[in-house]
């Protein structure tokens, strides 16, 4: 279903709607969550990190799996899990001496799961 343009307008679209920049300016101080979102985008900064996400938002996987999958090392994938771990937008359980891996079920691997589908969706060819 195609957006209307107000659906992807940004937060104001005339100087009358803008937010007070007193608000802005409080807000543009808290360094430490613009670094909190840096470095979740930090994580999603390369191909395979996307493609791990992406896959575990849709199917739990074991290192082996993934590594099959990717054509990649167990060693590369595990890698590339630890940072996504670490982000807290990969999660893990032990089952015997397999571990397996799922995109956490938090609000920002729900929000970048959609927005790699959406960006998907409009920039990659059919």
Request: with cysteine; aromatic share 6%; hydrophobic share 40%.
């Amino acid at each position: 279903m195609p957006q209307t343009q107000k659906e992807l307008s940004l937060p104001f679209a005339h100087d009358d709607e803008a937010p007070d920049l007193a608000v802005i300016k409080k807000q543009l101080a808290i360094v430490s969550d613009f670094q909190i979102v840096a470095d979740i985008f930090k994580q999603l900064g390369d191909t395979t990190r996307i493609r791990i996400f992406w896959l575990l938002c849709h199917h739990e996987e074991c290192v082996q799996d993934i590594s099959a999958l990717l054509a990649m090392s167990s060693p590369a994938i595990s890698h590339h899990l630890r940072p996504l771990k670490n982000s807290k937008l990969v999660v893990s359980r032990r089952e015997g001496k397999e571990v397996y891996y799922r995109a956490a079920d938090n609000e920002q691997s729900q929000l970048l799961h959609k927005m790699i589908e959406k960006v998907m969706a409009i920039a990659c060819p059919k």
